[in-house]
T-cell receptor, first 111, second 114 residues
Framework: GENVEQHPSTLSVQEGDSAVIKCTYS??????FPWYKQELGKRPQLIID?????GEKKDQRIAVTLNKTAKHFSLHITETQPEDSAVYFC??????????FGKGTLLTVNP | NAGVTQTPKFQVLKTGQSMTLQCAQD?????MSWYRQDPGMGLRLIHY???????DQGEVPNGYNVSRSTTEDFPLRLLSAAPSQTSVYFC?????????????FGPGTRLTVL
């Protein structure tokens, strides 16, 4: 089955800095790549997603880039704020109705 | 709309007991799924359903059963609880009958098996 590796597992940045989280996957059939944010004690919520026919997608301070050849995709958060502190999960979706999640990155933004 | 709801919020079981975790959505979503979340393990898919009457196994289905008799409800049954099933369980749903759109998660059920 699909294997998704996510790095780093923890990331600490100063407010205003950028944060980058990277995921690699194994199944070349994967064609959907969402990112979810989970605040402490809350449910995961979608923040951005990208499909395999697009190389990059941006939404205000958040962007996702995809390299299908190398089988990796990354989440970029610019001008980080304390409210960006959370656990971030990448995931992949293929043709079999299943999402496979990475193990998560705990992002801490220090004021 | 209430969105995706789950009951109970917390549950403590003894080894060998059975129980059902309830999940309901009022958004007329076709796709529903169950995940378990363990520290350092991310979210792992237990079972999913692409519509009423259709269910299939995910990554970690052993020890769990599901059914989908209506579009709205997708209960998860633990047949004989084991300490390894201690986890936080999330139900999720999405509009289309596939994963290529936003998954809406419920608030979660924290289960402890003694």
């Amino acid at each position: 089955g699909e294997n998704v590796e996510q790095h780093p597992s923890t990331l600490s940045v100063q407010e205003g800095d950028s944060a980058v989280i990277k995921c690699t996957y194994s199944d070349s059939a994967s064609n959907y790549f969402p990112w979810y944010k989970q605040e402490l004690g809350k449910r995961p919520q979608l923040i951005i997603d990208i499909r395999s026919n697009v190389g990059e997608k941006k939404d205000q301070r958040i962007a996702v880039t995809l390299n299908k050849t190398a089988k990796h995709f990354s989440l970029h958060i610019t001008e980080t704020q304390p409210e960006d502190s959370a656990v971030y999960f990448c995931a992949t979706g293929g043709s079999n109705y299943k999402l496979t999640f990475g193990k998560g990155t705990l992002l801490t933004v220090n004021p | 709309n209430a969105g995706v709801t789950q009951t109970p919020k917390f549950q403590v079981l003894k080894t060998g007991q059975s129980m059902t975790l309830q999940c309901a959505q009022d958004m007329n979503h076709e796709y529903m799924s169950w995940y378990r979340q363990d520290p350092g393990m991310g979210l792992r898919l237990i079972h999913y359903s692409v519509g009423a009457g259709i269910t299939d196994q995910g990554e970690v289905p052993n020890g769990y059963n599901v059914s989908r008799s209506t579009t709205e409800d997708f209960p998860l049954r633990l047949l004989s609880a084991a300490p390894s099933q201690t986890s936080v369980y999330f139900c999720a749903s999405s509009y289309r009958g596939d994963v290529y759109n936003e998954q809406f998660f419920g608030p979660g059920t924290r289960l402890t098996v003694l």
